[in-house]
């Protein structure tokens, strides 16, 4: 079975940073694709980051570009998002998503509120 855990939000006033960490088990992890999305009230869900299965490549939102980084331990099977420069705009639920082929798996969201 696999499960993808997501953790590290909460509230924080703007400027502030964040740390979110994804856990990924049930799965080859080193295999994946991993990726951090964010949905809005009322919004769409939006790629915020997405980083390679070795992690030598990252690619970004242009919204979070210079702001968020996102890494991996692939012998910890963990996906991070560094967020710094927290803006209001920044409040959403954010995911943890991992793909391989056509095999593609959420995990459950965590909140993130960004305000003073």
């Known amino acids: 079975q696999v499960q993808l855990v997501e953790s590290g939000g909460g509230l924080v006033q703007p400027g502030g940073s964040l740390r979110l960490s994804c856990a990924a088990s049930?799965?080859?992890?080193?295999?994946?694709?991993m990726s951090w999305y964010r949905q809005a009230p009322g919004k769409e869900r939006d790629l915020v980051a997405a980083?390679?299965?070795?992690?030598?490549?990252?690619n970004y939102a242009d919204s979070v570009k210079g702001r968020f980084t996102i890494s991996r331990d692939n012998s910890k099977n963990t996906v991070y998002l560094q967020m710094d420069s927290l803006k209001p705009e920044d409040t959403a639920v954010y995911y943890c998503?991992?793909?391989?082929?056509?095999?593609?798996?959420w995990g459950q969201g965590t909140q993130v509120t960004v305000s003073s």
């Open positions: 998503n991992a793909v391989w082929g056509p095999r593609t798996y």
């Open positions: 049930g799965l080859s992890f080193r295999w994946y694709g």
């Open positions: 980083i390679t299965s070795a992690g030598g490549s990252s």
